[in-house]
């Protein structure tokens, strides 16, 4: 699927600009997965947060915006693109990163092992 290439400079921006919860997930424990994630990488015409191409996971982390009427109508509009396209979506809330990260980074773990035990 080829993206939106209008998108790069903005995911580029995205990138540099982080916030503290994408940061956290970044560093402390994405950066150095056995399975390579990415960054806000353009996917048609939308950008997604993380992405792991082995497993054709998504890893999204919302915001309070995303928990508005248009916002959850947005995420779902988004979410259903990438699952048609083979993507597995998986949402966290900023709060879930603060207050329980372990289990987070749990939940990637055992979703990544699935999807790549299999290929």
């Known amino acids: 699927m080829k993206h939106n290439s209008d998108l790069t ?5 995205l ?3 982080m916030t503290k919860q994408e940061k ?3 560093y402390d424990f994405l950066h150095t997965y056995p399975h390579r ?3 806000q990488v353009a996917f048609g ?6 992405y792991c191409s082995a497993a054709t996971l998504a890893v999204e982390l919302d915001g309070s915006q995303h ?13 259903a693109f990438f699952e048609a396209n083979g993507i597995r ?12 990260f372990r289990g987070v980074t749990e939940q ?5 092992k699935e999807r790549t035990s299999n290929k």
């Open 9 to 13: 400079h903005f995911a580029q921006r």
């Open 24 to 26: 956290k997930l970044w």
């Open 89 to 100: 979506v998986i949402r966290f809330s900023n709060a879930d990163i603060a207050r329980n």
């Open 108 to 112: 990637i773990d055992q979703i990544v």
């Open 45 to 50: 015409n939308y950008i997604l947060d993380f």
């Open 15 to 17: 990138r540099r600009e």
């Open 37 to 39: 994630f990415r960054r």
């Open 67 to 79: 928990f508005s009427a248009d916002g959850i109508s947005y995420d779902e509009k988004r979410s």
